[in-house]
């Protein structure tokens, strides 16, 4: 019985952390800048010869890099 209130309880957690919401933020750099900023980090992504196999995880992860070194940060809304 113990470990079904350990378990219910991590699940628990688990969904809530997956319910919670992020957005990107630069102390910097004008929210309307994002959408710009974005594009062209994904853009240079796609262009990338390593990165057109079509895998949209390491795009993924490659643009939100791309992001973090034009000052962006994700962070959660609260």
């Not at 957690?13 to 974005?38: H, M």
């Not at 390593?50 to 939100?64: D, I, S």
Request: glycine share 4%.
């Amino acid at each position: 019985m113990r470990y079904l209130c350990v378990f219910a309880a991590a699940v628990s957690g688990l969904l809530f952390c997956a319910c919670s919401t992020s957005e990107w933020v630069n102390t910097n750099n004008p929210r309307a800048n994002y959408t710009l900023d974005y594009n062209a980090c994904e853009a240079d992504m796609m262009n990338d010869p390593k990165l057109q196999q079509g895998n949209k995880y390491f795009v993924q992860q490659a643009t939100e890099r791309c992001m973090i070194k034009k000052g962006w940060v994700l962070r959660e809304k609260q």
